[in-house]
């Protein structure tokens, strides 16, 4: 942590700045979860202790809840897991994942006390809970949550006070930390980092926060460019792709202050994010903007439960009749219509039409550079998938360069040995050799990929999941 510093950061409390200048890609620092825990809906399904997805998994033969890789998981994540284990045996099933990630905390800091480790600046004790915001609705969640962690709670163990626990819960409520699968984009669980907790929002950052799966689950903080000595650290707390106002709603609802970044009182973007088609150097009329505006925003929801449910042709169909509607009057940087595009090319990828995919990942990347930092994961992820589907489609030469642009994004966002810029990296050589036989003769290019795609069967891509859905915030708050 030599590369950092506490302050105070006018308005906003505590803060992290920088104690040198430090470049994009950086790793300013790594931090080890105080606790973390899988979502109970996916607890049979990802590893509890390295939070990998894996097809098959074995389970505790003990409290029969945790499930692991292997047996190395599982002596790897028994320490966290031994009180645990117990516990649900004797209260009969596993509580909600607030419940645990609270009790895992609590043991922890009942055996190591508050500071945990020489690297942790800050205790939990200190970090804020927003309990006196919070609404009556979150309040009384927490009641609850009290209620069976006391039950949950062994009477053996040490006993916490109501108002040491509501604490907790309320940090746990606005600083839990989501956490992803192996890849980066699935939130599979929630974890506590205390260090992470003091840097601040900014709704166009200088860093950001990247997962890394090992023995531990720790988090890296990375600079996105350029940041001078003194500078205060920052890292968004929402997507970008919302305009000011939604990302003021969101930001005030789930972590309980206003946001005053130049982007917020400027609403920059805002207009390239709303803005309505042109068509010959005349604007679409701003009713008929605000009209098809709202109509995608309602079709948006049904799409999503659609996509939730599994009923990709209902998707494709809705998809296709908003867009009939939209894409005459929204500019192609409308986030509407981006959503449309995106939500559509994944579907397009998973059921296989990838000419389709294609062109619509590549109207979203278009769209994305004229909104993202050009260091963002989002921006970065989408262009992967781009790429992907234009080599799949066949047309190497965009793919190629979709995969490169990718790759430099991802090398400052996840860093070299993160599991998806090593994917990349092997599809970076794969698309450069096949795009040096494509520029050398076209015709054995395509002969040559004819007759690979002949010889290999059919088979379904992963159903679709996009980050934006996957991972919503960098914080998790039950719903």
């Known amino acids: 942590m030599e590369a950092v510093a506490i302050f105070d950061a006018p308005g906003k409390g505590r803060g992290l700045k920088a104690t040198k200048e430090m470049w994009a890609g950086d790793v300013v620092f790594s931090e080890a979860g105080l606790a973390a825990v899988v979502f109970d809906s996916m607890a049979e399904r990802i590893c509890h202790s390295c939070f990998r997805s894996q097809p098959k998994l074995q389970r505790c033969g003990q409290c029969r809840f945790a499930h692991y890789c292997d047996r ?13 284990c117990g516990a649900i045996k004797t209260y009969g099933k596993a509580p909600n994942e607030s419940v645990r990630l609270t009790a895992r905390i609590v043991w922890r800091l009942d055996k190591e006390g508050s500071l945990v480790t020489d690297t942790q600046l800050t205790t939990v004790e200190d970090l804020e809970d927003h309990i006196f915001g919070m609404p009556d609705d979150d309040l009384q969640e927490i009641k609850v949550d009290i209620h069976n962690f006391l039950d949950y709670w062994p009477r053996n163990s040490k006993q916490h006070r109501v108002d040491d626990l509501s604490h907790i819960f309320g940090v746990v409520n606005c600083n839990g930390f989501t956490v992803s699968d192996q890849k980066g984009l699935q939130a599979v669980g929630v974890g506590l980092f205390p260090n992470l907790c003091l840097v601040n929002h900014d709704c166009w950052p200088n860093c950001t926060v990247i997962l890394n799966h090992g023995k ?3 988090i890296e903080l990375r600079a996105l460019g350029k940041i001078s000595e003194g500078e205060e650290l920052t890292v968004s707390y929402v997507d970008y792709l919302n305009v000011s106002e939604d990302r003021q709603k969101l930001l005030k609802a789930q972590y309980f202050f206003d946001c005053t970044c130049d982007h917020c009182k400027n609403h920059t973007k805002d207009d390239v994010k709303m803005a309505g088609k042109e068509v010959d150097g005349v604007k679409v009329p701003e009713e008929q903007v605000k009209e098809a505006s709202d109509y995608c925003r309602v079709t948006l929801e049904k799409i999503n439960k659609s996509r939730l449910s599994g009923d990709y042709h209902e998707v494709v169909v809705m998809c296709r009749d908003c867009m009939k509607r939209a894409e005459p009057v929204l500019a192609e940087t409308h986030i509407y219509l981006l959503k449309l595009w995106s939500t559509l090319s994944e579907v397009q990828a998973y059921l296989q039409f990838i000419d389709d995919a294609a062109d619509l990942s590549r ?12 260091n963002n994961a989002a921006l970065g992820l989408a262009t992967m998938r781009s790429g992907v589907s234009h080599w799949q489609a066949g047309l190497i030469d965009v793919g190629h360069g979709m995969i490169c642009k990718a790759y ?23 698309t450069e050799m096949e795009f040096r036989m494509f520029t050398q003769n076209e015709y054995v290019y395509h002969s040559m990929r004819e007759a690979a795609l002949k010889n290999r069967p059919m088979t379904m891509m992963n159903e679709p999941v996009s980050v934006q859905d996957g991972i919503k915030n960098l914080f998790h708050r039950r719903k």
């Open 408 to 430: 430099a994004i991802l090398m400052v966002t996840h860093g070299p040995t993160h599991p998806i810029t090593q994917d990349l990296e092997a599809m970076r050589m794969q």
């Open 363 to 374: 109207k979203v990347v278009e769209g994305y550079n004229k909104i993202y930092h050009p």
């Open 72 to 84: 190395t998981c599982q002596r790897a994540g028994w320490a966290e897991h031994k009180d645990e």
């Open 216 to 218: 531990y689950v720790t």
